[in-house]
Protein backbone atom coordinates (compact mmCIF):
# COMPACT_ATOMS: atom_id res chain seq x y z
CA UNK A 1 0.00 0.00 0.00
CA UNK A 2 1.12 3.53 -0.45
CA UNK A 3 2.91 4.98 1.81
CA UNK A 4 5.06 8.28 2.51
CA UNK A 5 6.81 8.81 5.59
CA UNK A 6 8.48 12.06 7.06
CA UNK A 7 11.54 12.41 9.09
CA UNK A 8 14.09 14.95 10.71
CA UNK A 9 11.69 17.43 12.29
CA UNK A 10 12.57 18.63 15.69
CA UNK A 11 13.34 22.13 17.80
CA UNK A 12 16.26 24.31 16.34
CA UNK A 13 16.91 27.66 17.33
CA UNK A 14 16.31 30.73 14.88
CA UNK A 15 18.93 30.84 12.02
CA UNK A 16 19.30 26.95 12.55
CA UNK A 17 19.16 24.25 9.65
CA UNK A 18 17.23 21.21 9.47
CA UNK A 19 16.65 18.46 6.85
CA UNK A 20 13.20 16.67 6.37
CA UNK A 21 12.89 13.40 4.10
CA UNK A 22 10.34 11.42 3.01
CA UNK A 23 10.52 8.08 2.08
CA UNK A 24 7.58 6.86 -0.39
CA UNK A 25 6.48 3.08 -1.04
CA UNK A 26 3.56 1.48 -3.03
CA UNK A 27 3.30 3.75 -6.25
CA UNK A 28 5.95 4.69 -9.15
CA UNK A 29 7.87 7.36 -7.31
CA UNK A 30 9.66 8.75 -10.55
CA UNK A 31 6.00 9.29 -12.26
CA UNK A 32 5.35 12.10 -9.48
CA UNK A 33 5.77 15.60 -8.93
CA UNK A 34 7.02 15.22 -5.14
CA UNK A 35 6.06 18.49 -2.60
CA UNK A 36 6.68 20.03 0.73
CA UNK A 37 3.59 21.81 2.66
CA UNK A 38 3.18 23.03 6.10
CA UNK A 39 0.23 23.90 8.40
CA UNK A 40 0.71 25.84 11.70
CA UNK A 41 -1.53 26.32 14.10
CA UNK A 42 -4.70 27.66 12.92
CA UNK A 43 -3.57 29.24 9.45
CA UNK A 44 -4.08 27.26 6.21
CA UNK A 45 -1.82 24.80 4.57
CA UNK A 46 0.63 26.27 2.52
CA UNK A 47 2.67 24.72 -0.24
CA UNK A 48 6.53 25.48 0.54
CA UNK A 49 8.53 23.59 -2.34
CA UNK A 50 7.98 20.81 -5.09
CA UNK A 51 10.39 19.25 -7.20
CA UNK A 52 9.01 17.41 -10.40
CA UNK A 53 10.59 13.99 -12.30
CA UNK A 54 12.92 16.32 -14.59
CA UNK A 55 14.33 17.47 -11.22
CA UNK A 56 12.45 20.84 -12.05
CA UNK A 57 12.12 23.02 -8.55
CA UNK A 58 9.71 25.41 -7.39
CA UNK A 59 9.23 27.83 -4.29
CA UNK A 60 7.15 29.62 -2.18
CA UNK A 61 8.49 33.25 -1.68
CA UNK A 62 8.94 32.96 1.87
CA UNK A 63 11.15 29.90 1.44
CA UNK A 64 13.50 30.79 -1.65
CA UNK A 65 16.93 30.96 -0.99
CA UNK A 66 16.53 29.27 2.37
CA UNK A 67 15.18 26.26 1.43
CA UNK A 68 16.34 23.07 -1.21
CA UNK A 69 13.95 20.23 -2.51
CA UNK A 70 16.09 17.21 -3.97
CA UNK A 71 15.11 13.82 -4.83
CA UNK A 72 16.83 10.21 -4.68
CA UNK A 73 14.95 8.07 -7.22
CA UNK A 74 17.11 5.31 -6.61
CA UNK A 75 15.69 5.50 -2.54
CA UNK A 76 12.03 7.11 -3.71
CA UNK A 77 12.68 9.81 -1.15
CA UNK A 78 12.62 13.58 -1.17
CA UNK A 79 14.29 15.80 1.04
CA UNK A 80 13.68 19.46 2.17
CA UNK A 81 16.91 21.02 3.46
CA UNK A 82 16.24 24.09 5.60
CA UNK A 83 18.35 26.69 6.56
CA UNK A 84 18.38 30.06 8.38
CA UNK A 85 15.06 29.17 9.86
CA UNK A 86 13.23 31.48 11.11
CA UNK A 87 10.22 31.59 13.90
CA UNK A 88 7.33 31.92 11.30
CA UNK A 89 8.62 28.78 10.02
CA UNK A 90 7.35 26.90 12.32
CA UNK A 91 4.52 24.55 10.90
CA UNK A 92 4.07 20.73 10.89
CA UNK A 93 5.59 19.71 7.27
CA UNK A 94 4.05 17.34 5.26
CA UNK A 95 5.29 15.30 2.09
CA UNK A 96 2.69 14.61 -0.72
CA UNK A 97 2.43 13.03 -4.29
CA UNK A 98 0.86 14.53 -7.41
CA UNK A 99 0.67 11.59 -10.51
CA UNK A 100 0.01 14.36 -12.85
CA UNK A 101 1.72 17.31 -11.25
CA UNK A 102 -0.60 19.79 -12.02
CA UNK A 103 -2.00 20.81 -8.50
CA UNK A 104 1.26 22.87 -7.33
CA UNK A 105 0.98 25.08 -5.55
CA UNK A 106 -2.34 24.05 -4.41
CA UNK A 107 -2.88 21.04 -2.57
CA UNK A 108 -6.53 19.61 -3.33
CA UNK A 109 -5.18 17.41 -6.14
CA UNK A 110 -2.50 15.74 -4.38
CA UNK A 111 -2.66 11.92 -4.48
CA UNK A 112 -0.79 10.91 -1.34
CA UNK A 113 -0.02 12.68 1.73
CA UNK A 114 2.32 11.34 4.60
CA UNK A 115 1.26 12.38 8.44
CA UNK A 116 3.77 15.30 8.85
CA UNK A 117 6.96 16.10 10.90
CA UNK A 118 6.57 18.74 12.92
CA UNK A 119 9.16 21.23 13.11
CA UNK A 120 9.75 24.03 15.96
CA UNK A 121 12.03 26.84 15.56
CA UNK A 122 12.53 28.96 18.68
Known amino acids: HVQLVESGGGLVQPGGSLRLSCAAS????????MAWFRQAPGKSREGVAA???????SYADSVKGRFTASQDKAKSTVYLQMNSLKSEDTAKYYC?????????????????WGQGTQVTVS
Open 51 to 57: IDSRYST
Open 26 to 33: GFTFSNYR
Open 96 to 112: AADRFACAWPGSAGFDF
